[in-house]
């Protein structure tokens, strides 16, 4: 007898199944191309304000709710050697965007070296 045999109605999948109104889908904002530094960036809005200029990166990201939304609710971006900035908003949790973050600099090693 199996695992999930035994835990079928139990647990998260109950839940994942019941809850499928709560669940939010989330999408990478595509890159736009910049004719004239002939490369694709996104827009980060001048973040320099607060003290820090994004730098391109191939770990830099945003997050939208909606395919083609533009409110961004996780934003990720290279400021310096070893140094990132996060911002987020509602729906995500402090917890939820740190862990987004981390798996993708994780998942991105291999492209610095």
Same mark, same amino acid.
């Given at each position: 007898? @199996?695992? #999930?045999?035994?835990?079928?109605?139990?647990?998260? &999948?109950? +839940?994942?199944? $019941?809850?499928?109104?709560?669940v939010?889908?989330?999408?990478?904002?595509?890159?736009?191309?910049?004719? $004239?530094?002939?490369?694709?960036? !996104? +827009?980060?809005?001048?973040?320099? %304000?607060?003290?820090? %200029? *994004?730098?391109?990166?191939?770990?830099?990201?945003? !997050? *939208?709710?909606? $395919? &083609?939304?533009?409110?961004?609710? /996780?934003?990720?971006? %290279?400021?310096?050697? @070893?140094?990132y900035?996060? $911002?987020?908003?509602?729906?995500? &949790? =402090?917890?939820? =965007?740190?862990? *987004? #973050? /981390?798996? @993708? *600099?994780?998942?991105?090693? #291999? #492209? @610095?070296?």
């Open positions: 007898m @199996s695992n #999930c045999a035994q835990h079928a109605g139990f647990g998260l &999948t109950k +839940d994942w199944g $019941e809850n499928m109104g709560n939010h889908q989330l999408f990478s904002r595509k890159p736009s191309y910049n004719r $004239e530094t002939k490369r694709y960036e !996104l +827009d980060f809005r001048d973040r320099s %304000k607060q003290g820090s %200029k *994004i730098k391109a990166s191939v770990k830099n990201f945003q !997050l *939208i709710m909606e $395919e &083609t939304g533009k409110q961004v609710v /996780l934003l990720f971006g %290279k400021v310096g050697k @070893s140094k900035i996060m $911002e987020y908003r509602f729906p995500l &949790t =402090a917890y939820q =965007a740190f862990s *987004i #973050c /981390l798996a @993708s *600099i994780d998942s991105k090693l #291999c #492209c @610095s070296v």
